[in-house]
């Protein structure tokens, strides 16, 4: 709403009722005889005069309402972060031209709550840092805007463009490490997930405070990760340097015994590219990431071909800490289990993961992972005192892999069992469902199933992370 010209009505009727009010004071006061007549006549006008000028208010209100003025604010903070060139967003929202095609399509996906992508139920609101709903009043602008027509109103009221990170959100990165060359990725079939190792051999011990992985070609890149491979570990020990390699062997070697002093170098999540998730900061609480001397990186890949050859060569880009950390950050597959069975057609079949931490650790972040039957999500914390805490609750699209991040990190004190509930659709009137008459269980393929929340936790520099979960459990998993 066109908020000079309500200010403006609103300044009408509080002077016709003043002066009214006046008058009408001036006799009262003055104990002068009330003509009563008068006062019906006075009371009269102040209501017209009321009714007409809300009337007006009501019908200019969502003409009222313009691109420029209104929707542009509301678009550069909630949605143009992908809608625009060269992100996720399959059209950009920059111009006016290129947003009025698709005002009622905003309005029902802002209605359905589809769009901005965030999945915590409303009563979370202010516990994530990178949460994405929408204002009430954001609604209401984009909802005014559509119905009155999607007016474009005065160019010159616009806001300035927004000055978008080109590349890389974290800024620019002190250390870039990409494949060697390009890989062919074929027009068909399915590409199982492979691994590529680059041989970075960092040449000191670093602290990172944030990193992030960017897909060359994000067309065919579906999901990735850029994993820590710490010095001497026999994890891809054999793989060629720069080129997709499926390790025989578990996808994860057993811990090594780390160093008697300093921080132990161990196998950690870098970073994560999802359909919502890429660029990870580790600064919470003042924690870094650790990356050994003599670390290299191992890419996890999933490509999805698009029906013509592409070429990839994606990235992840890394930024040190300027200070000594604090704390540590920790990146793992928290809890997950793989012994579940969905009946064919069930319709809200609940699959549980749990395990219970050893040692005191901060949750920072998580993000659930489960495949195309999956519904809904919630997280608890069962305390050693017996209290029970709801972390995180909310519906869940495999669409979409949001991580949420803790404003404030959770205080998991030892004893502490962390339980996850899934639920999930194996019916006919779930959409996305592949195939509703078999029995579905735990899987790498999408149209298997998984039940995995991966964690960020801040732990104390010196604290061992593999320390957190009782030894070998719960076990990394393959995405
Ligand atoms: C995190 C990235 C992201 C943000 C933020 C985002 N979008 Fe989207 N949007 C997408 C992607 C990707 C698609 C295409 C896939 C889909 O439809 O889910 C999409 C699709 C849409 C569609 C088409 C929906 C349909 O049913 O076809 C509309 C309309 C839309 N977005 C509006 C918005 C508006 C309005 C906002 C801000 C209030 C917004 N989006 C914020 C990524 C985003």
């Known amino acids: 709403m066109n908020a000079d010209l309500v200010d403006q009505l609103l300044g009408e009727v509080n002077g016709e009722i003043s002066v009214h009010m006046n008058q009408y004071l001036t006799w009262t006061c003055e104990d002068s005889p009330v003509d009563s007549g008068l006062q019906t006549v006075y009371a009269a006008t102040m209501v017209r005069t009321l009714a007409t000028c809300l009337l007006a208010g009501a019908l200019l209100a969502p003409a009222a309402v313009t691109f420029h003025k209104d929707v542009l604010p509301v678009l550069q903070q909630q949605c143009q972060g992908c809608h625009r060139p060269g992100e996720i967003g399959p059209m950009p929202f920059l111009t006016y031209a290129q947003t009025r095609p698709w005002a009622k399509a905003i309005r029902d996906a802002v209605a359905s709550r589809k769009m901005p992508p965030w999945f915590a139920d409303p009563e979370y609101k202010g516990h994530f840092t990178n949460e994405r709903s929408l204002t009430p009043k954001q609604l209401e602008i984009l909802n005014a805007w559509v119905e009155a027509g999607a007016p474009e109103g005065n160019a010159s009221d616009a806001p300035p463009p927004v000055r978008f990170a080109t590349g890389w959100s974290i800024g620019k990165p002190d250390l870039i490490v990409e494949y060697p060359h390009e890989l062919e990725i074929p027009a068909t079939g399915t590409m199982d997930q492979g691994n590529m190792l680059i041989k970075v051999n960092f040449p000191k011990d670093v602290w990172v405070s944030a ?24 994890w891809m020990k054999d793989a060629p340097e720069g080129e997709m390699y499926k390790p025989a062997r578990a996808q994860f070697a057993p811990p090594e015994d780390g160093p008697s002093h300093g921080p132990r170098p161990v196998q950690d999540i870098l970073a994560k590219y999802n359909p919502g998730v890429n660029a990870m900061e580790f600064t919470n609480s003042g924690a870094a990431k650790f990356i050994a001397a003599g670390s290299d990186i191992v890419f996890e890949i999933h490509y999805a071909p698009t029906g013509k050859p592409e070429k990839d060569r994606s990235r992840v880009g890394i930024i040190f800490a300027k200070d000594a950390p604090v704390q540590r950050y920790f990146t793992t597959t928290g809890i997950n289990t793989t012994s579940f069975v969905i009946p064919a057609g069930a319709t809200n079949h609940e699959v549980r993961a749990e395990a219970v931490l050893q040692t005191e650790a901060k949750l920072a972040w998580v993000q659930p992972h489960m495949h195309l039957r ?24 495999f669409n979409w892999q949001l991580g949420y991040e803790f404003a404030k990190p959770v205080v998991l004190p030892k004893g502490t069992r962390i339980e996850s509930i899934a639920h999930y659709d194996n019916s006919g009137n779930n959409p996305w469902n ?16 998984m039940s995995v929340s991966f964690m960020g936790f801040i732990i104390g520099v010196q604290d061992d992370p593999l320390a957190l979960f009782p030894r070998g459990r719960p076990r990394q998993i393959v995405e």
Do not use: C
């Not at 990760?225 to 710490?230: D, G, L, N, V």
């Open 434 to 449: 592949p195939n509703p008459g078999i029995e579905v269980r735990y899987g790498p393929q999408t149209t298997d199933e």
């Open 211 to 234: 990193a992030e992985v960017r897909p060359g070609n994000a067309r065919v890149v579906h999901h990735m990760k850029a994993w820590i491979r710490p010095p001497n570990s026999p």
């Open 374 to 397: 999956a519904k809904d999500y919630e997280l608890i914390a069962h305390y050693p005192s017996g209290e029970n805490q709801v972390l995180l609750k909310g519906k869940f699209d």
